[in-house]
């Protein structure tokens, strides 16, 4: 779309304010808060998409990547309790649980031998005895097997806790484990910053400053790192938009965020299992929102797994322009939460198929999305 087709677009639009958030974005200037609130309560889906895919083709065109990547789930006892967790033991229940050691972790490492896959995502529960040396000696082991493979790993909750059990600052942990071969931060544990909310869904393990901190220092190690969003639960817009700005406000700090990724709670097996989960509708709407409202990230991410292979190709035309990677089967945090892939594994034909069935162009990036290959003329082995 040119701007011509976007201001005839933004003129079939009634609502004033909605009129004035049209230009705005026309001539790239930042939403505020109220602004963003505003999209999610009077924007419709057809108006908010192609918004959306306006920012999405000026920024990207048609690209749309991805990665090789596997993951390691090292235990998934934990001490804390998230409400919408469906994966965790508690340590209490951990003859239910499994723990991984290096070795065995190292198996799985191995398996890749030979392949393509440049990243590695480290991410489980929080096991009491596991330390920041267990880790650090994981980290180092991985690299000395693997050195060319990126280490994309440990949410602030599970450092949050090492760092506090060894009695080190943020600042020295994280230099420890960067040291040791971690190469940048996974998104997760975010959930929403505001406390109001994270009072009743994860009161127990590290808040949302704690999060940001652990975070910035990161980046200002010079690592990078992903941020994400649980959302479609108990919050309301407000809190949606409140935590939205919080990492728009450390990327205009550090610039140190890879991509954004909204995470849709499912409620399958967990204690939040009485809420509905958000609809299809209120899903793309997420998406458009994120991609105007988070002007200072050049990614948006759907994670596939969780969302379902059709309705990752249809976040397309919402404003996304990743769709994660060719994750194998032992990626076990979503399937027992109820996502929509019970075995979320897909080979890079069928991830390069699925993007071009949309008659988008598929990209294979590495994780600080340098470009590996293009997809857009070739078929795939
Ligand atoms: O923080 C847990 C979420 C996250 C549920 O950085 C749930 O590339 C929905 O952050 N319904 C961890 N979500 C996973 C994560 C992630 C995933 C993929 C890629 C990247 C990346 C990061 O999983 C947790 C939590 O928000 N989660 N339970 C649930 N019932
Ligand atoms: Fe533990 Fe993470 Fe589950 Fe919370 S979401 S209970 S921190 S595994």
């Known amino acids: 779309m040119n701007e011509n087709q976007f201001d005839r677009l933004n003129t079939l639009v009634t609502d004033r304010e909605l009129k004035k958030i049209g230009q705005k974005i026309l001539q790239e200037e930042r939403l505020t808060p109220d602004e963003g609130i505003l999209l999610f309560e009077k924007g419709s889906l057809s108006w908010l998409g192609a918004m959306a895919n306006f920012v999405r083709e000026r920024k990207h065109g048609n690209k749309t990547y991805f990665n090789r990547n596997f993951h390691i789930e090292p ?34 490492v191995r398996k890749y031998d030979g392949q393509q896959v440049t990243e590695v995502h480290i ?19 991985i690299k000395a097997h693997r050195p060319d493979l990126h280490i994309k790993g440990f949410t602030p909750v599970e450092l949050d806790y090492m760092f506090r059990k060894a009695k080190v600052s943020v600042e020295e942990g994280m230099k420890f484990l960067h ?22 869904i994860c009161s127990d393990k ?13 980046h200002q190690l010079g690592m990078h790192s992903n941020a994400t969003m649980l959302y479609g639960h108990i919050e309301k817009y407000r809190h949606r938009i409140d935590h939205m700005d919080k ?24 204690e939040m299992s009485y809420l509905d989960e958000s609809s299809i509708v209120e899903d793309m709407k997420m998406y458009a ?45 979503y ?17 390069v198929q699925l ?24 078929n795939v082995e």
Request: with cysteine; charged share 25%.
């Open 247 to 270: 990492l728009r406000g450390l990327q205009d700090e550090t610039g140190g965020f890879n991509t954004f990724i909204p995470l849709k709670f499912r409620n399958k097996d967990n």
């Open 179 to 200: 040291e040791s071969g971690l190469d940048s931060l996974p998104g997760g544990g975010a959930e929403i910053f505001s406390p109001e909310i994270r009072e009743q």
């Open 206 to 218: 590290v808040d949302g400053e704690g999060w940001l901190k652990i975070h910035k220092v990161a």
């Open 355 to 378: 993007i071009q069935q949309v008659k988008r162009q598929p990209v294979e990036r590495d994780t600080l999305y340098k470009e590996i290959k293009d997809y857009s003329l070739q």
């Open 75 to 108: 235990t998934n006892i934990c001490v804390f309790s998230c409400k919408f967790c469906s994966y965790s033991k508690l340590y209490a229940h951990k003859e239910e649980g499994w723990e991984l050691s290096i070795e065995q972790m190292l198996d799985i």
């Open 289 to 333: 929102v994120a991609r105007l409202y988070m002007d200072n990230f050049q990614h948006l991410k759907a994670y596939w797994p969780m969302l379902g292979r059709n309705n990752a190709q249809l976040s397309l035309s919402f404003g996304v322009n990743d769709i994660d990677g060719t994750i194998d089967d032992s990626t076990k945090i």
């Open 335 to 351: 399937s027992m939460a109820g996502s929509e892939e019970q075995n979320p594994s897909m080979s890079t034909a069928q991830l």
């Open 123 to 141: 991410v489980g529960g929080v096991h009491p005895k596991l330390t920041i040396t267990f880790f650090a000696d994981l980290l180092k082991a």
